[in-house]
């Protein structure tokens, strides 16, 4: 298997841009999870998934934030519009069941000018 | 609200050393601990995850231990190698599904 993928891998974008990220969990896989790392507040979950379904947002920082998962093989983290706080690494993670092990991705590097 | 502290946040030694990377949580009603390994600018993997019933689990050079009622684990690494060097995560998770993060230890290996 090829693990979780995130695409892009880098993302340099002006304030105000709209900011898609993507992410493919392993196959079979049930629960999907974004999370935010920055140096200051270290790794944050922001929202996750279950069966296709949001089951807690409420990580998910403010309006401009939103997420989807369309289909059990792929899920989308938007920003709109983008901000220069929103500089991060986001990682989306997945799990054959929520509560156990996560398998990450490499992760996208934002930097909003 | 669960707060997850490591300690030390930075640590180098000599190759063939073993170390220990303490966790501690605030919040005892744990479901189970994870234990991961970031390297530079990469993703994170997953190393031992311990259930609340479990002390300990062990793989290769890694053993770590839980003490849920003290509200804390370690991780134990035996020979330790450069190659180990990387940031190591602790997190722990409740009946909910999500992963509550320690503030990790950057761990340096030198030859």
């Known amino acids: 298997d090829a693990g979780v993928i995130q695409s892009p891998r880098h993302e340099v974008t002006e304030m105000g841009q709209e900011v898609t990220l993507r992410c493919k969990p392993i196959?079979?896989?049930?629960?999907l999870f974004w999370y935010r790392q920055t140096m200051m507040r270290g790794l944050e979950l922001l929202i996750y998934f279950n069966n296709n379904v949001p089951i807690d947002d409420s990580g998910m920082p403010e309006d401009r934030f939103s997420a989807k998962m369309p289909n059990a093989s792929f899920s989308t983290l938007k920003i709109q519009p983008s901000e220069p706080r929103d500089s991060a690494v986001y990682f989306c993670?997945?799990?054959?069941?929520?509560?156990?092990?996560?398998?990450f991705g490499p992760g996208t590097r934002l930097l909003v000018l | 609200k669960q707060e997850v502290t490591q300690i030390p946040a930075a640590l180098s030694v000599p190759e063939g050393e073993n170390l220990v990377l303490n966790c501690s949580f605030t919040?005892?009603?744990?479901?189970?601990l994870q234990w991961f390994r970031q390297d530079p600018g990469k993703g994170l993997t997953s190393l031992l995850l311990i259930q609340s019933s479990q002390r300990e689990q062990t793989s290769g050079r890694l053993n770590a231990s839980l003490d849920k009622s003290s509200g804390r684990s370690t991780l134990y690494i035996a020979a330790s190698q450069p190659g180990d060097s990387a940031t190591y995560l602790c997190?722990?998770?409740?009946?909910?599904?999500?992963?509550?993060f320690g503030t990790g230890t950057r761990l340096q290996v030198f030859p």
């Open positions: 993670a997945s799990s054959f069941i929520p509560t156990e092990t996560q398998y």
């Open positions: 919040d005892s009603a744990i479901y189970n």
């Open positions: 196959s079979g896989h049930n629960s």
């Open positions: 997190a722990v998770r409740h009946n909910t599904d999500k992963l509550i």
